[in-house]
Structures are given as C-alpha cells and as structure tokens.
C-alpha cells in the first residue's frame, strides 16, 4: 500500500507541475505582451540578414581571422533569427578587424620556462545598414578578450585563442540586438 500512496504523490506532483508550466508559458505570452516585453533575440532595426565576409587582420597572427568568421556565423545562426545571405543580398553587412593579438607570460618555472600565459585579442566592428546606407556601429571597438592557459593542463597558445576567439564572437553577436528602450 505504501508504493500506491507514494505513485499518487508523485502523479499529483508531476500534474501540479505541468499545470504551473503552462501557466507560466500563459502569463508570460499574454501578461509581458502589454508591457513592451520581448522574449528572446530582437534584430536591431528589424535586420533579417547580415553578411559576415571574413574578418581583416593588422595581427601578425595568420589564420585567426578564419577562425572568427566562422566563430561569428555560428553564433548568428544558432543565438538569432538573422540568416546570413551574401554581400549583396543582406540587410546587412558585418565588418569586422582584428586589430591587435598579444601573448603574455603569466608564470615561469625556475628554468625559465613558461607555466602559464593569456593571450588577448582586440577587435573593430562596424555594421553598415545596405537598406539606407547608415552605420549603426561605426568602428566601434569591442573590449579585448583575454583568455588564459596553463600548459600542464594541457592547454596551449591556440586553446586560449580559440576560447578568447569565441568570446568575442558572442559579444559581437549581441551587438546586433535592439538595445533596451530602442
């Protein structure tokens, strides 16, 4: 008798939880609706397609801009509901430089070898309107990125970038949100 007390516990349960789930979707869909409120991702200036064309690079470090491009695409396609089109065909376009990459030593070992470092990377963006020729952001800098490593974790240089890389991809992506109150 125990086991059937202790099944209608957990099915009355489960149904209290499932109607406080829709309740909730309810009261979020119909009482924020009259507040201004938006769930999620809101494109600034009702952009629906961006173009990303790879990244410049003044950095001596070859490559990297590769690695973003792909990195900010990703996040456009999988964090918004902006397609990427061509140049030609978007709303907008994405400009992005790589302005600067530098790697410091954080600890050394007693032989002089390097433990620990950070590598930093610094970026320009620029989003220019195609549909009336404006430049929302206008070499707007991005606050460099700086991610660390520690070689006996078996992190290295590329590691850090990568994680300093994608950083900066997802704060580039949230530039083109609607900002508060727009």
């Not at 990568?162 to 992506?173: F, H, K, S």
Request: hydrophobic share 45%; net charge negative; with cysteine.
């Amino acid at each position: 008798m125990e086991g059937a007390g202790a099944r209608a516990r957990a099915g009355r349960s489960s149904s209290i939880r499932a109607s406080l789930l829709v309740g909730l979707a309810v009261a979020s869909l119909v009482g924020g609706g009259g507040c201004g409120y938006t769930l999620g991702f809101r494109p600034a200036k009702g952009i629906e397609t961006v173009a990303v064309p790879v990244a410049a690079n003044a950095s001596l470090r070859r490559g990297i801009e590769l690695e973003l491009t792909e990195l900010i695409r990703n996040e456009v396609l999988l964090k918004t509901p902006i397609a990427i089109a061509s140049e030609g065909e978007a709303d907008a376009v994405l400009h992005v430089s790589i302005v600067n990459v530098s790697e410091r030593v954080l600890v050394e070992d007693a032989n002089d070898d390097v433990v620990s470092s950070s590598v930093t990377v610094g970026v320009l963006v620029t989003l220019e309107d195609r549909r009336d020729g404006s430049k929302p952001l206008d070499a707007v800098g991005v606050s460099p990125e700086t991610a660390e490593f520690v070689l006996d974790d078996g992190e290295n240089r590329d590691t850090a970038t990568t994680e300093a890389l994608q950083d900066l991809a997802e704060r580039i992506v949230f530039l083109l949100e609607e900002p508060w109150g727009g």
